[in-house]
């Protein structure tokens, strides 16, 4: 059953071939068997994903939930709100916190018949590269456990990779989605800024994260969009744009114009990467498409750029976390300046208050011109570097990490693991929608490939990604396949 | 005059929309504590605000009604700062770019007429309430989180409490005849920050300036005005420093108190809220809101005087309430005798409204009613004195008019027949008055009077009274 993909399970359903029960309860089967391991969930709902899987087989049965996913169980990285569950965004500070609403892509979901199984892992409030930084700890990749699963929907990517679930629910603010999926050899797709609604989704940095699906395969990643896609009335940053994108995704591709990033294969690039990277476009020779090298100079001001935006955005984000309503209340307090500076102090970790610090720095009177400012002007200049760049090109690839899965506690310094996401920031400063898919392996783990287009093209770029997937079988290597040495 | 007060003043506006700024909950005041509250204005992790059209649309109509420009294109940003009254910890407030730039309101103190110029009007959302108990505790309230609000920043072109009065009074009563706020000051729906400074007359800079802030009464806005004034003025005389500070008006002292310094030092770290887009006016849309302003007072004043004959005094009056002026103008439309009715409203009604303290706005006495009882007066069913009592009446009870007039017997006494014999035998039993009259004392004339209205339960027609005593005392006159 986990050989198969999403779309085809959820049409054996409909077709009365399996029922949403048993998926449901061989997933969680397959979760318990497999999660001891790894650390990807944080919360599962086993006697809630049953029951839904009830109540939605007899829907079907009635001939309701038509959609191409209903009765097909996934999984919800643990920012992102879900009625009546736990929801920690892998912090202390929200331990014991139970959403009280659903976010507009669980509302969107359940009304397909989506089965909610658990939440999964991340790095806390979605701030960090490796998924180390979990108050819940680490998530490990399921291809060498020695090594981190990338960040911060660190759990959200392995189950992906374990097929734990058909698809998961990640989180972009700057390569969230993506890093992780190129460490764990799984696709995923960070859709263009107002694409997907964030309502419910607990805010690191507004203005530069989406909501995405992580998958098997680019087929999926368009099922899951059409889903959740589309205006909310509940999030005023969403668009009224609307594609279909599962019925894009066999489109002829003939004529694409690749541009080939250059900056991203110096030498801070691993070199096996580096030329898995560039045999994609070999590959989509095949369809008619073109390739060539182009520079793109500004990519060496985008990582601080992205540093200084999404710390001064968390560090209003994350002000309402202060002991006082809901969360973690420090004990050691005797007014209220106190209940705030013990309470923050015990509830979040290094790195959360490091961009709490270094947020709350660039937006202080005196810094604000120099940092935040200057910052400012830097996307502005990455917008339109972009909107050159596709003058001349449908899609930019490059490698979607510089390097493949580090190992655990091997990244000391937090400036060496931002540069992990040297090649993913750009997208989220420009708003662009960015996949990242496997495309080989270096030494036994999986290496990832990153297509970048134009504001509303998501719909293209996973078009692109399957038919790449329609000739490869990368994606469909799984981790046990390595364990029996097939890779 | 050696020393001269510079006022700027900082006016924080609730508007009376029916849902929140940023959620769709009810903003109303005076609810069960922390039953009008939901994910995005308990500021619950994951909730994003959305603008209310409503809000921006009385905001819009606020400023153009006191002379501002609306921005076609205005956004909002993030103040940050910790309070538990805050739960985002920042306020959704607009600094860079507000919805209003540029008006002024004109003031008129003892014909003195001067304009203060509006610097901006920027909308925000209010905070949420702390109540204090004895016992230590603090317990929240969070139905006022997220309440619009428009701030209304004047320049410092405020010299006195006088000036100042005259300003928030306008500024109150145009507010009011927009219908956008309640503007109840006790329910905190209109409070005041006051910026206040001191210079010596003939120095072009302005000194340090202090800060008053959530005054919500008149009384208190002028007292803090003249005492801080004072205070600053003493300091320097005495050779002291002005500190730049918020200070809190100690109501029972009488005297500003310096704040705790820390309140002093924020740096709010505003930056554009990334949460919502900016609102980008059209030129139709801006013209569709100019033509949804009503008559405001001083136009309605100028109609009541040239059109109903009314005094200028009184119009005055009638026209500082909206709600009374919309009153007067429902019970022209239904009696003829719109004199009686301004003069009835003016002496009665505002009367009665005063002694129950209570605002038009919230009278049960309609306009239906006080046309009728001004009508039966009109037409001599009932005399204007008996009017009078039935307005009371009517005032605080819900009564049948005629029903009332019959119950109680009000009907006016016309008749001379029936008058003149009574009036005959108050003057016989009265001689003092009656030779007090013939000597000239004017005054016995009332006594006798009011001594006939006396004997009819002061329901006879005064003018036939009046007739009915003349003839009586010129036969007497005649006679002697």
């Known amino acids: 059953m986990f050989d198969i993909t999403a779309v085809k399970i959820g049409e054996k359903i409909k077709k009365g071939e ?75 500070m929200l331990e014991n ?219 209003s984000n994350l002000a309402r976390y202060d002991g006082v309503r809901y969360g973690l209340r420090s004990n050691f307090c005797n007014n209220i300046e106190e209940l705030y500076v013990n309470s923050r102090s015990e509830g979040f970790g290094d790195e959360v208050k490091r961009r709490i610090l270094l947020g709350t720095l660039v937006l202080s009177a005196g810094y604000y011109d120099d940092y935040y400012k200057l910052a400012l002007r830097a996307r502005e200049t990455v917008k339109k570097a972009f909107e050159k760049a596709f003058e ?73 990604v399957h038919q790449y997937q329609q000739i490869t079988d990368y994606h469909k290597k799984t981790p046990e396949c390595k364990k029996e040495g097939q890779v | 005059m050696k020393w001269e007060t510079v006022i700027g003043l900082e006016v924080h506006v609730e508007l009376s929309t029916e849902t929140k700024m940023f959620c769709s909950c009810p903003a109303i005041f005076g609810a069960e504590p922390n039953t009008l509250c939901c994910p995005v204005c308990m500021g619950m992790p994951g909730a994003l605000p959305t603008i209310n059209a409503k809000a921006v649309e009385y905001a819009a109509m606020a400023g153009l009604a006191l002379n501002c420009a609306v921005s076609p294109y205005s956004r909002f940003d993030r103040k940050n700062y910790f309070y538990p009254d805050l739960p985002k910890a920042y306020q959704i407030s607009q600094l860079y770019h507000p919805l209003c730039t540029n008006g002024f309101i004109e003031i008129d103190v003892n014909g003195n007429k001067k304009k203060i110029r509006i610097k901006e009007i920027h909308m925000e959302e209010d905070a949420g309430k702390l109540f204090h108990s004895d016992s230590g505790e603090t317990k929240i309230d969070f139905n ?14 405020l010299s006195d409490e006088e000036e100042v009065t005259a300003y928030l009074e306008k500024l109150k009563l145009t507010l009011e005849y927009l219908g956008v706020s309640t503007c109840r000051m006790q329910e905190g729906a209109l409070r005041a920050d006051i910026n206040l400074s001191v210079k010596k007359k003939d120095e072009t800079e302005l000194g340090v300036r202090t800060e008053m802030k959530n005054m919500n009464s008149f009384r ?136 129950d303290g209570i605002q038009a706005s919230d009278m049960k006495l309609s306009a239906e009613k006080f046309a009728q009882i001004i009508n039966l007066a009109d037409r001599g069913d009932i005399n204007v004195g008996t009017a009078k009592k039935i307005i009371a009446v009517a005032f605080s009870q819900n009564i049948d008019v005629p029903d009332y007039i019959k119950s109680n017997s009000l009907e006016q006494i016309n008749d001379e027949l029936v008058i003149l014999p009574v009036a005959k035998d108050v003057v016989e039993s009265n001689p003092k008055s009656l030779s007090d009259y013939m000597s ?33 005392l010129d036969e007497k006159s005649g006679g002697n």
């Open chain 1, 18 to 92: 399996l029922s949403a029960v048993d998926v449901t309860v061989a997933t969680i089967d397959r979760i318990n068997a497999l999660s001891g391991h790894y650390n990807e969930f944080i919360t599962l709902d086993v006697q809630g994903a049953v029951a839904q899987a009830e109540r939605v087989q007899k829907g079907i049965e009635r001939g309701e939930f038509l959609s191409a996913l209903a009765g097909v169980p996934f999984v919800v990285k643990d920012n992102i709100c879900v009625k009546g569950m736990k929801m920690t965004c892998a912090s202390k």
């Open chain 1, 97 to 315: 916190f139970v959403s009280p609403y659903d976010a507009t892509v669980i509302t969107r979901l359940r009304k397909a018949g989506a089965i909610i199984l658990g939440k999964t892992n991340m790095d806390e409030f979605a701030m960090g590269s490796t998924g180390e930084n979990s108050y819940f700890g680490a998530t490990l990749n399921p291809y060498d456990e020695r090594r981190v699963a990338g960040g911060s929907s660190s759990g959200s990517a392995v189950a992906a990779a374990l097929r734990e679930g058909f698809y998961s629910l990640g989180t972009d603010t700057g390569g969230s989605i993506r890093q992780p999926c190129a460490y764990c050899g799984v696709t995923g797709i960070k859709t263009t800024y107002g694409v997907v609604s964030r309502y419910g989704l607990v805010a690191h940095a507004s203005s530069l994260e989406q909501i995405g699906p992580m998958a098997v395969d680019a087929e999926t990643c368009a099922a899951v969009l059409d889903l959740i896609c589309g205006k909310d009335k509940f999030d005023s940053t969403t668009v009224d744009y609307n594609v279909e994108y599962l019925n894009s995704i066999s489109n002829d591709i003939k004529g694409l114009k690749i541009g080939v990033l250059s900056e991203s294969f110096s030498d801070k690039t691993d070199k096996t990467l580096g030329d898995n990277v560039l045999k994609v476009c070999d590959t989509l020779k095949y369809f008619g498409a073109q390739a060539e090298m182009f520079s793109m100079p500004i990519t060496q001001y985008t990582l601080p750029a992205y540093y200084v935006i999404s710390s001064a955005e968390a560090s």
């Open chain 1, 392 to 464: 001349k090109y449908d899609v930019i690839l490059s490698p979607t990490t510089p390097k493949v899965a580090p190992k655990i506690n091997s990244i000391i310094k937090p400036i060496d693991m931002y540069f992990g996401d040297a090649y993913t920031v750009a997208v989220n400063l420009a708003g662009l929608p960015a996949v990242s898919f496997p495309c080989g392996f270096s030494d036994g783990l999986p290496t990832g490939a990153q297509l970048i287009g134009p504001a509303f093209s998501d719909a293209k770029l996973l078009n692109i």
């Open chain 2, 144 to 157: 006022r989180c997220g309440i619009p609000l428009i701030e209304i920043v004047s320049e410092a072109d």
């Open chain 2, 220 to 355: 208190e806005i002028r007292r803090a005005v003249k005492s801080e004034s004072e205070r600053q003025i003493s300091v320097l005389e005495n050779g002291g420093v002005i500190v730049q500070e918020t200070r809190r008006w100690d109501e029972e002292k009488g005297v500003s108190v310096s704040m705790r310094n820390k309140e002093n030092v924020h740096d709010y770290r505003y930056f554009p809220e990334p949460d919502l887009p900016p609102i980008v006016l059209e030129s139709e849309w801006i013209d569709l809101v100019k033509n949804k302003i009503p008559a405001l007072a001083h136009e309605r004043v100028l109609k009541y005087v040239e059109l109903f004959g009314v005094s200028h005094a009184d119009a005055k009056i009638i026209t500082s309430q909206r709600a009374l002026a919309d009153f007067f103008e429902n019970v022209c439309t239904r009696c003829e005798n719109v004199k009686m009715a301004s003069n009835l409203i003016v002496t009665e009604v505002v009367r009665l409204l005063k002694d």
């Open chain 2, 440 to 472: 000239g004392k004017k005054k016995a004339y009332g006594f006798l009077v009011g001594q006939i209205m006396e004997q009819f339960g002061f329901k006879a027609n005064p003018t036939k009274v009046n007739e009915c005593l003349m003839k009586i």
